[in-house]
C-alpha cells in the first residue's frame, strides 16, 4: 500500500501549492466590427481568502478588473484593484457587477470564439498563483448562465 | 395588471428631483408632487402605468440626432409609432446590452404591437460610437432598432433635455462613461408619456406600451388585392 499513499500525498501536495479556486461558467461578450472593448463574466469560488488582482488574455494586451454599480439611475463604471474572493463563498462576475474588461481589443470578438485568461491571486500572505480559464465567446445579444438563461435552455428540451 | 402606484410615484419622484437644478422650479414641482402625493390613495386605482407618467413635461420635447446613414432624424420621424428612447455607449458591456436585450424582450411580449414600438439608442460616447459600429451594435440585436449619434457640443444639450447625464472617467488605460440608463416612452402622437426606470421588467414595461398603444388603434391592415381575374 506505500505507492498509493505516496500518490495521496503528492496529489495533495501539489493542490496545497495551487490556488484553490473554481472558476465555472466563464463567459466572454463577443464584439460587433470595429468595437473595441468587451467584458468576460465567471463564477469564482476559492478556498480560503484570496483576492482577484489581475488578468491577462490571449487576444488584447489591455485587461482590467471593473465593477458596475448604480447611483441611483445612473450606471457608474470603475476599475477596481482587486475583488476579495472569501473562502467558500461564490463571487459573480456578472452584467451588473464585477467584470473583467477587455480593451484595445485588436480584432472582432466572434461568437463561439475560445478567449483563454489568466487570472492573478493574492494570498493572505502575499504569494500569488496564477490559474488558466478558458472563456466562449456569446452572442453581443445573449447573457448566458443566468437563472433565466438557463429556464429556456431546459425549455428547449 | 398589478400596478403599484407608490413605485410608479416614486419613479416620476425620482424624475422631478433629478430635474430640480432650478430651485424654484424644484420647489414648485415639490409643492405639486405635495399635493399629488396627499390625494394619490384617492385616485391610485387610476394609476396605469408601472413607470413613471412623465405626460405633459418638458423632458425630450424633440430631437435632432443623426443615424448611421447620415442623416439628421427628429421625433416627427416616427410618428405613428410608440418611441422607446435611451442613452449609452457600445463599449459598455454590462448595462446597455441588458438595456438592448430588455428592448428585445418588450417587442417580442407585444406580438404584433411589436412593429409599431421604435427603439432609439443614443450614444454618449460620439468620440468611439461611429456610424459602423452603432450600425452593427443596435443591429445584432433587433434590425429595426436604430443607433443616433451626434457632435460632443449639440449631446450635451440633448442629454439636458433629456434630464440624463453623462461624464468621461478615466479607467487604467483608457476611459468609461457614467451615464443615466432610464428609458423614455413618447406615444405614436409624438407626446412624451413614460420614464421608465432600469430596473424595470421587460413584462413591466410592455404593459406600459401596451396601455398607450390602444389608446391609437393600428392603422387597418390593407385587405390584400383581389386576384385579377383571368380567362378560364
Sequence with gaps: MKIPTLLISLLALSGSLRADVTIADAWVRATVPAQKATGAFMKLTSKGDVKLVSATCDITKTVEIHEMSMDGEKMKMREVKAIDLPDGKTVSLKPGGYHVMLLDLPEQVKPGQEITFKLVFEKADGSRETQEVKAKAYPVNETPFTDKAAKEEDAKH | ?232
Design chain 2, 1 to 232: 395588471m398589478a400596478v403599484d402606484p407608490a413605485a410608479s410615484r416614486a419613479e416620476a419622484q425620482d424624475m422631478v428631483f433629478r430635474a430640480g437644478k432650478n430651485w424654484l422650479r424644484g420647489l414648485g414641482a415639490l409643492a405639486v408632487l405635495g399635493a399629488f402625493t396627499a390625494a394619490a390613495p384617492l385616485h391610485a386605482a387610476e394609476t396605469k402605468f408601472h413607470g413613471g407618467d412623465i405626460t405633459g413635461t418638458e423632458t425630450g420635447k424633440d430631437f435632432s440626432l443623426t443615424d448611421p446613414d447620415g442623416k439628421v432624424r427628429h421625433l416627427a420621424d416616427f410618428k405613428g409609432k410608440a418611441v422607446l428612447i435611451f442613452f449609452g455607449f457600445t463599449q459598455c458591456p454590462v448595462i446597455c446590452p441588458t438595456a438592448l436585450s430588455r428592448a428585445v424582450e418588450i417587442k417580442k411580449l407585444l406580438g404584433a404591437d411589436g412593429a409599431r414600438l421604435q427603439v432609439l439608442f443614443v450614444s454618449v460616447d460620439p468620440e468611439r460610437d461611429t456610424p459602423e459600429i452603432l450600425r452593427g451594435y443596435t443591429q445584432a440585436f433587433d434590425p429595426s432598432f436604430l443607433g443616433l449619434t451626434t457632435d460632443a457640443a449639440h449631446l450635451k444639450e440633448t442629454a439636458k433635455d433629456f434630464k440624463i447625464t453623462y461624464e468621461k472617467v478615466p479607467t487604467g488605460s483608457s476611459y468609461t462613461m457614467d451615464h443615466s440608463v432610464v428609458s423614455y416612452l413618447y406615444d405614436p402622437a409624438g407626446r412624451i408619456r413614460l420614464v421608465l426606470n432600469h430596473a424595470r421588467t421587460a413584462e413591466e414595461c410592455a404593459q406600459d406600451i401596451a396601455a398607450i398603444l390602444k389608446d391609437f388603434p393600428a392603422a387597418p391592415v390593407a385587405a390584400p388585392p383581389s386576384p385579377t381575374p383571368t380567362e378560364k
